[in-house]
């Protein structure tokens, strides 16, 4: 099957690949890169691999200006999110079962991937579902509070979802999201915590853990695969590339393909092997390849995904029709038929009937 939208991300991904190919860029190639690192939110990766690699000095003066921006932002971030996830810390240490930070914050404190770039948007936590309400109690005694939710979304959260309504911290405003599970235990794709947590790693010194390895690779792929909204989600990708970059790749493959089976995750990894060869070439070993299955329908699927990575200003009819098919699939196997059908209804149809004959507000 032949996919054509590399070129959205195609100077990105050659900057990602080989940093050295900045030292010949002209104005053009500096705008195309920059253009597309916004889109993907990668633009302090952009930051970091030049520094990293000591080339800042190869880009315009104005570049420069904007990168050091965007990399002064992201250490905020980064200075705020720590002094949180302090706090969190101190508390995860008074109990006697693991807790497991997940995402952005997971790969922050083990220092993985493309972490010192990793943009923010609020704390993740697993733990099992038989301590979710002590740990939830334990946060909002430490200061963490709900947002107030009507009665719909409050029953969404409490009986279809796999995390608590967000918590914010009343002195900070971060959010902190506690999960019981990382996917809808009523979707046609559970993930049982406990098998993730018989696989964890202790973060030195924190009080937290983990996922391992592949189960975190897994998580992330997932999280790109099955999500309502495609935009800046490239950096999942990118972030998987230099995971495996830094690891023993045959080894994790390997360990990739077994979690999948054990969690039921056949179709994130079919999807994951052929996205991390379509945009990294990378090599997949051969006892792996074997067991990756194809259907029609993920290979459709796959160019779903892969045409969704495209700037909204490239060809919008069709840019509309893929995101709205895979918003459509995302709510398809989030829940079973009965409840997509009330929840269709109920977040959707009514929501928008009301927009329709509520009385226009007066401006002041």
């Given at each position: 099957?032949?996919?054509?939208?590399?070129?959205?991300?195609?100077?990105?991904?050659?900057?990602?690949?080989?940093?050295?190919?900045?030292?010949?860029?002209?104005?053009?190639?500096?705008?195309?890169?920059?253009?597309?690192?916004?889109?993907?939110?990668?633009?302090?990766?952009?930051?970091?691999?030049?520094?990293?690699?000591?080339?800042?000095?190869?880009?315009?003066?104005?570049?420069?200006?904007?990168?050091?921006?965007?990399?002064?932002?992201?250490?905020?971030?980064?200075?705020?999110?720590?002094?949180?996830?302090?706090?969190?810390?101190?508390?995860?240490?008074?109990?006697?079962?693991?807790?497991?930070?997940?995402?952005?914050?997971?790969?922050?404190?083990?220092?993985?991937?493309?972490?010192k770039s990793r943009a923010f948007a609020d704390i993740d936590l697993l733990v099992a579902p038989e301590q979710f309400a002590d740990m939830e109690?334990?946060?909002?005694?430490?200061?963490?509070?709900?947002?107030?939710?009507?009665?719909?979304?409050?029953?969404?959260?409490?009986?279809?979802?796999?995390?608590?309504?967000?918590?914010?911290?009343?002195?900070?405003?971060?959010?902190?999201?506690?999960?019981?599970?990382?996917?809808?235990?009523?979707?046609?794709?559970?993930?049982?915590?406990?098998?993730?947590?018989?696989?964890?790693?202790?973060?030195?010194?924190?009080?937290?853990?983990?996922?391992?390895?592949?189960?975190?690779?897994?998580?992330?792929?997932?999280?790109?695969?099955?999500?309502?909204?495609?935009?800046?989600?490239?950096?999942?990708?990118?972030?998987?590339?230099?995971?495996?970059?830094?690891?023993?790749?045959?080894?994790?493959?390997?360990?990739?393909?077994?979690?999948?089976?054990?969690?039921?995750?056949?179709?994130?990894?079919?999807?994951?092997?052929?996205?991390?060869?379509?945009?990294?070439?990378?090599?997949?070993?051969?006892?792996?390849?074997?067991?990756?299955?194809?259907?029609?329908?993920?290979?459709?699927?796959?160019?779903?995904?892969?045409?969704?990575?495209?700037?909204?200003?490239?060809?919008?009819?069709?840019?509309?029709?893929?995101?709205?098919?895979?918003?459509?699939?995302?709510?398809?196997?989030?829940?079973?038929?009965?409840?997509?059908?009330?929840?269709?209804?109920?977040?959707?149809?009514?929501?928008?009937?009301?927009?329709?004959?509520?009385?226009?507000?007066?401006?002041?």
């Amino acid at each position: 099957m032949a996919y054509a939208m590399k070129e959205a991300v195609d100077h990105l991904l050659r900057f990602i690949v080989n940093p050295e190919i900045a030292r010949a860029y002209q104005a053009e190639d500096w705008n195309r890169l920059i253009s597309q690192a916004r889109f993907h939110e990668l633009v302090a990766l952009v930051h970091d691999l030049l520094n990293d690699n000591g080339l800042m000095q190869d880009a315009p003066g104005e570049i420069a200006g904007l990168l050091t921006g965007y990399g002064n932002r992201q250490a905020y971030l980064t200075t705020l999110f720590e002094w949180e996830i302090g706090k969190v810390q101190r508390l995860v240490k008074q109990v006697d079962y693991p807790v497991v930070v997940l995402k952005g914050m997971a790969y922050l404190l083990a220092k993985m991937g493309s972490w010192k770039s990793r943009a923010f948007a609020d704390i993740d936590l697993l733990v099992a579902p038989e301590q979710f309400a002590d740990m939830e109690q334990r946060l909002q005694n430490a200061g963490w509070e709900f947002k107030e939710l009507n009665d719909y979304d409050d029953r969404y959260y409490r009986e279809w979802s796999h995390a608590s309504p967000p918590l914010m911290n009343r002195n900070s405003g971060i959010e902190l999201d506690l999960h019981h599970h990382i996917s809808s235990p009523i979707s046609d794709q559970p993930i049982d915590t406990h098998v993730l947590l018989q696989d964890i790693t202790a973060i030195d010194g924190s009080g937290l853990s983990r996922l391992g390895d592949a189960d975190l690779i897994l998580h992330c792929a997932n999280h790109f695969i099955y999500f309502d909204d495609l935009a800046g989600r490239f950096k999942d990708l990118v972030l998987i590339y230099f995971i495996l970059n830094e690891s023993n790749v045959d080894e994790l493959w390997r360990s990739l393909l077994l979690r999948s089976q054990q969690l039921g995750l056949q179709a994130t990894f079919y999807y994951l092997v052929r996205l991390m060869q379509y945009y990294f070439a990378v090599k997949i070993p051969a006892s792996v390849n074997t067991n990756v299955a194809e259907t029609t329908i993920r290979k459709a699927v796959l160019w779903l995904l892969i045409n969704s990575l495209t700037p909204k200003d490239i060809d919008s009819v069709r840019l509309n029709l893929v995101q709205t098919l895979l918003v459509a699939r995302y709510q398809w196997t989030r829940y079973p038929v009965h409840i997509f059908v009330y929840h269709l209804v109920q977040k959707h149809l009514i929501q928008r009937f009301v927009r329709i004959f509520k009385p226009a507000q007066p401006t002041v």
